[in-house]
């Protein structure tokens, strides 16, 4: 099993910033990638970035630039979140890719408003 925590989502006004993190633990040995997805009220599930242990990132269109995914260890990631505009209003999950299965965080709330 796989356990993903997630912290630091919050209310921020557009134009600021918030830094979210994500630490698995568990049976992490086969870990290849994390991502962090976001999933916005009558939306569908999103991704947003993903870093393998290779430490190669990619990002969706509507945050690159903004965005930025990195890794200080395998096993904990960083989505830091800059220029922060109401779209990216969502709950916000870790993802991580272990042995071929997926697992989810519990998702943290990001709130961008005046």
């Known amino acids: 099993q796989v356990q993903l925590v997630e912290s630091g989502g919050g209310l921020v006004q557009p134009g600021g910033s918030l830094r979210l993190t994500c630490v698995a633990s568990?049976?992490?040995?086969?870990?290849?990638?994390m991502s962090w997805y976001r999933q916005a009220p009558g939306n569908q599930r999103e991704v947003v970035a993903t870093i393998t242990t290779g430490g190669t990132t990619n990002y969706a269109d509507s945050v690159q630039g903004r965005f930025t995914l990195s890794r200080s260890n395998r096993n904990t990631v960083y989505l830091q979140m800059n220029s922060l505009k109401p779209e990216d209003t969502a709950v916000y999950y870790c993802?991580?890719?272990?042995?071929?299965?997926?697992?989810w965080g519990q998702g943290t709330q990001v709130t961008v408003s005046s």
């Open positions: 993802n991580a890719l272990v042995g071929g299965i997926q697992y």
């Open positions: 568990g049976s992490i040995l086969s870990l290849y990638r």
